[in-house]
């Protein structure tokens, strides 16, 4: 039961993590969640010691499995979180690049009506 109980607690979880991330609202307060992977995993690391059955090691070891892959990657993480430059709503700062043709573009060109600006990754 055990086993069960933590792989329960590491999915719903995760599946709240992803479903932050593809809203992009991961919120600032992560401890919470780490708390709720490392305590799933310890279910399932109880779930093995004691060997409550076939399924429940099972269950225990993917648990533990999927708390420590997301623990070790998120200690791993060189990402900090900073404060944007520029905000939704705020002014945006000038600037000249060269445009797809290699034009000259200067963005004091767009004063005064709606744009989007979009920038890509270039792939190289």
């Known amino acids: 039961m055990l086993g069960w ?3 329960a607690i ?3 979880t ?3 993590w992803i479903r932050l991330i593809r809203n992009v609202a991961v919120p600032r307060r992560r401890a919470p969640y780490m708390a709720s992977f490392l ?3 310890a279910l399932g ?4 010691l004691q060997g409550g059955g076939l399924a429940g090691s099972i269950a225990g070891g ?10 070790l990657f998120r200690s791993l ?3 900090k979180r900073t404060e944007p430059v520029v905000g939704v709503g705020d002014p945006i700062l000038t600037f000249s690049a060269p445009d797809e043709t290699g034009a000259d573009f200067d963005l004091a060109s767009l004063a005064g009506r709606p744009f989007l600006l979009k920038f890509f990754r270039g792939h190289w």
Request: aromatic share 10%.
């Open 5 to 7: 109980l933590g792989l």
């Open 10 to 12: 590491v999915g719903v």
């Open 14 to 16: 995760g599946w709240l």
């Open 39 to 41: 305590a799933g995993g």
């Open 45 to 48: 690391l109880a779930a093995i």
């Open 62 to 71: 993917i648990a533990l499995t999927i708390a420590l892959f997301f623990s």
């Open 77 to 79: 993480s060189a990402q």
